[in-house]
């Protein structure tokens, strides 16, 4: 008797359950986005000087004779309590995330020829340099390289994830992919510029961690101009030095004030081109039929733009540049999504247009991309 092959792309129940998970691992992804921005911005990236541990303790330490203890093994850094708890808070989700992609992973060895699979073993590898770039960030005081390179790791686990659900709920491959042919053509057309602005908006969250790990987010007091110029005094080459030595301490940062005004400068630069190209690509997608994605991005852009401003002009409130972090996450996945739509839409022939009736889910027009 022949043995029963089973088709891998018949396993829809498989496959719910892997979109439930990394649809719970975006969720979650957040909330360790937010939680990191918080803990940095809050001033508390080292408020435990240990790892993976806080003062030696799985949580930190809050009774009266645990602190002593602490500050008693921890001379140079005694204990803050408004700084310890975001950052173990911060630890104990991003775990907890990990332990997600884990699972993640197992469900996707279970069926090897379902869609994500290489995605899947991607994003566990990136999720493990993730946490050792955590360890490092502790480890190294706080090194603007490694804080940056941290900040980049989150958004793109969590990016990753984003399209790991993509794919995952668009499985079988070309569900509610087909477009109209003229309209599958005009929007074919902006996968150039589509891709071009996702590269320049990758640059400027790099930018903005760079600004932020070095403490220079308030180099400039005013807004539009700088300590009231236009071009005012900056020292670009020790600014953007990447190869600087690793110091006994980065909190509170320790370049001179020419150096941080040339990165708040070059971030200031970096958001006008991002809005030029994001305003471009949203007007095309809006001539091409994609109104509500044209809405969407500019819509995210312009709220970016304001939290932007808004944390020079109130001298970086918390809560606005936790906002700021976040809405740089959501450009991103906006954008990611945008290209991935375009990147697998396909043209309408006579047959797509009979199966997909308007009754169905699997139509999808270009303004639904």
């Known amino acids: 008797m022949d043995k029963l092959e089973i088709d891998p ?35 508390a990236g080292l408020g435990c000087p240990d790892w993976p541990g806080c003062y030696g303790h799985l949580t930190w330490p809050s009774e009266h004779h645990e602190i002593e203890n602490a500050n008693a093994a921890f001379p140079h850094a005694p204990v803050e309590t408004d700084k310890t708890w975001p950052e173990m808070v911060h630890r104990y989700f991003a775990g907890s995330l990990l332990l997600l992609v884990g699972g993640l992973t197992v469900l996707a060895w279970r069926r090897r020829g379902q869609r994500a699979f290489k995605q899947t073993h991607f994003l566990l590898a990136l999720i493990i340099l993730q946490a050792a770039f955590g360890m490092w960030t502790v480890t190294l005081k ?6 940056t390179a941290h900040l980049l790791g989150g958004l793109a686990t969590l990016s990753m994830l ?14 509610g992919r087909f477009i109209p042919t003229h309209e599958f053509r005009m929007l074919q057309k902006l996968r150039p510029l589509a891709f071009a602005t996702v590269a320049a908006v990758v640059v400027q969250i790099a930018l903005g961690g760079w600004t932020s790990s070095n403490y220079a ?25 990447i190869a600087q030595q690793i110091g006994p301490n980065y909190l509170g940062g320790t370049l001179e004030s020419d150096a941080r005004t040339a990165i708040h400068l070059t971030h200031r630069i970096g958001a006008l081109v991002v809005s030029l190209l994001v305003l471009a690509l949203s007007i095309l997608a809006w001539r091409a039929g994609s109104r509500r994605w044209a809405i969407g991005l500019a819509g995210v852009l312009g709220l970016q733009v304001c939290l932007g401003i808004a944390n020079v002009v109130m001298s970086l409130p918390l809560p606005i540049a936790v906002a700021h972090n976040a809405g740089a ?12 739509r375009i990147q697998t839409a396909q043209p309408t022939t006579g047959r797509e247009s009979s199966l997909n009736t308007p009754d169905t889910d699997d139509t999808v027009l270009a303004g639904e991309l």
Do not use: M
């Not at 829809?12 to 911005?41: E, I, K, S, Y």
């Open 162 to 175: 984003w399209l790991i659900v993509e794919r995952l709920r668009n499985s079988p491959p070309n569900k």
């Open 329 to 340: 996450g959501l450009l991103l996945l906006g954008l990611l999504t945008f290209c991935y």
């Open 9 to 43: 792309t018949d396993s829809r129940p498989h496959t719910d359950w892997r979109l439930r998970l990394a649809l719970a691992g975006c969720a979650l992804a957040v909330v360790v986005v937010v939680l990191g921005a918080f803990t940095r911005l809050a001033d």
């Open 217 to 241: 987010a308030l180099a400039c007091a005013d807004f539009p101009t700088c300590h009231g110029q236009w071009w005012p005094d900056a020292d670009f080459a020790q600014g953007f030095n």
């Open 142 to 147: 706080l090194w603007p390289q490694v804080v």
